[in-house]
């Protein structure tokens, strides 16, 4: 039983600006994550890791194939799902960070931590506690939690990004670059917590160019390579 | 969201047009929209956004096509086949209208506590000391300071009778509010606030919402689905992230394509 499965998935971009240019990226895409195992993707920048996170998220739409993502017994194909079904399985199901924080004006690190809950249903109170505890954890310094994270450094924002994705314990959580920008210590941290969700049955897909926080977090490699269009 | 197979639509849009003479104003517009639905309707000046709010929002009726709405016993009704009490009754009750010019969503003559007060008389409230502590608690949730109650609009500032308007029309718990360009002509950061307001209470309160709009970092910041109209027909819809990151319609990548970067 797997929780997260592609199989066929096919992607091209048409560039309607540049006269209607097709740009083949992916072609063929076949792999399965079971629950408690992190598969890392690997590959040269460009062949489409990314793109393939965005795939799974719903973000990019999927041309080709199936992209089925196990919630509570039952599987949604995220490449036929229509938007509202999308919006409940990335609520209950499917966590995804990546590198850039998107900053809402004006909320703070601590909200913006503790929405995904909220949203989920949790309490505020609840939530919130738990939110701070996630960001002690990532070593942010009480006195900007307060703050809208958008004048944070980038290692800070990050910090923020991850405690936020990682906080609501998704049964299917995707992983773009977690520790791009990270110091020793909050790498640590990240490893930590990724070996704590894959022990609680979580089923983890990770782009990570960090050799030594891939071999601490991934059970197996999947080349991109394979699934790339040659340009 | 657990019962996502079974939940009902709370408006269903079927194969909208609206003519002006022969002039085309949208055309063939359908879709459903859920309780806690934000929705964004984007395109540029005269692509017909803003008539289908205002054929969404009764104000003009369809020459085609039909509104259901799920009233608050269940029951779906057809907008224009309900009688003109009715179809009022709802606007002042169930349905928000925010305007892009707070002058056309408030009574400039008006005090604040009154302008909030109004839409809660008009649905039976009759106790004065209720309707002020309800109408100053609005005012507080939409950060109008308690002092300035009894001024009129017309002493506040653009960003505070947005906000003003706001109040006025969610104090009724509306189930389904329309929006036509909330922040069209406010500064960057009187912008920030009321989107951040707007999002929070949107959420908190489960409103379904339709938001017309030409800025794609409000719709991004508000809604959950978009819509992206040229020339009074939908050409895309779908996720807002969707839309916005793997935009497929060329017209939609040229919108895409000319957001100028911060």
Not at chain 1, 134 to 145: A, D, H, I, Q, S
Not at chain 2, 151 to 169: E, V
Not at chain 2, 195 to 217: G, P, Q
Request: proline content about 5%.
């Amino acid at each position: 039983m797997h929780a997260l499965a592609l199989s066929g998935v096919a992607k091209t971009f048409t560039m309607h600006l540049q006269g209607g240019l097709k740009l083949p990226v992916l072609r063929d895409v076949n792999f399965a994550v079971a629950p408690g195992q992190c598969a890392g993707l690997t590959g040269p920048s460009g062949t489409g890791k990314s793109s393939i996170l965005k795939l799974i998220y719903g973000n990019y739409r999927c041309d080709e194939g199936h992209i089925l993502v196990h919630q509570g017994g039952k599987a949604v194909d995220i490449a036929a799902a229509p938007p509202r079904q999308i919006l409940s399985v990335r609520q209950n199901a499917l966590g995804y960070v990546t590198q850039f924080l998107r900053a809402v004006p004006r909320v703070s690190a601590l909200d913006i931590v503790a929405e995904p809950l909220v949203m989920k249903g949790v309490a505020r109170d609840d939530a919130t506690a738990r939110a701070a505890a996630m960001l002690r954890r990532f070593n942010v310094p009480e006195r900007l939690w307060s703050l809208p994270p958008a004048t944070f450094s980038g290692g800070e924002q990050q910090r923020i990004n991850l405690a936020r994705g990682l906080l609501p314990e998704h049964p299917v959580l995707l992983l773009d670059e977690p520790t791009a920008s990270l110091d020793a210590n909050n790498r640590a941290v990240v490893v930590d917590i990724v070996r704590e969700r894959k022990r609680a049955g979580a089923a983890i897909v990770a782009i990570v160019h960090d050799d030594e926080v891939r071999e601490a977090i991934a059970d197996n490699n999947v080349d991109v390579t394979q699934f790339a269009v040659a340009a | 969201m657990s019962s996502i197979e079974t939940e009902q639509p709370l408006l269903v849009a079927e194969g909208l047009s609206k003519f002006y003479g022969h002039r085309l104003g949208c055309a063939d517009v359908s879709f459903e929209l859920y309780e806690g639905e934000v929705m964004a309707v984007v395109g540029e000046s005269g692509s017909g956004k803003s008539t289908l709010l205002q054929v969404l929002s009764g104000q003009m009726e369809p020459s085609a096509g039909r509104i259901l709405y799920r009233m608050r016993d269940g029951a779906n009704a057809d907008l224009w086949s309900l009688s003109e009490p009715m179809r009022r009754f709802l606007f002042r009750t169930d349905w928000g209208y925010v305007h892009q010019d707070p002058q056309h969503g408030l009574r400039m003559g008006v005090s604040a506590g009154g302008n909030v007060g109004e839409r809660l008389m008009a649905v039976g409230w009759r106790n004065y000391a209720d309707i002020r502590d309800t109408a100053a608690d609005w005012l507080a949730r939409v950060e109008i300071p308690e002092a300035r109650i009894d001024d009129t609009p017309r002493t506040y500032s653009g960003g505070m009778r947005q906000r003003l308007q706001i109040a006025r029309n969610l104090v009724t718990a509306p189930r389904l509010i329309f929006m036509d360009e909330p922040t069209g002509g406010l500064d960057v950061s009187v912008q920030a606030r009321l989107l951040d307001l707007l999002r929070r209470i949107v959420s908190e309160m489960r409103i379904a919402a339709v938001v017309v709009t030409h800025d794609l970092a409000v719709a991004r910041l508000l809604s959950n689905r978009i819509m992206v109209m040229k020339s009074g027909a939908v050409i895309e819809s779908g996720l807002t992230d969707q839309v916005l990151d793997d935009p497929h319609e060329p017209y939609t990548q040229l919108l895409v394509s000319s957001i100028l970067p911060a």
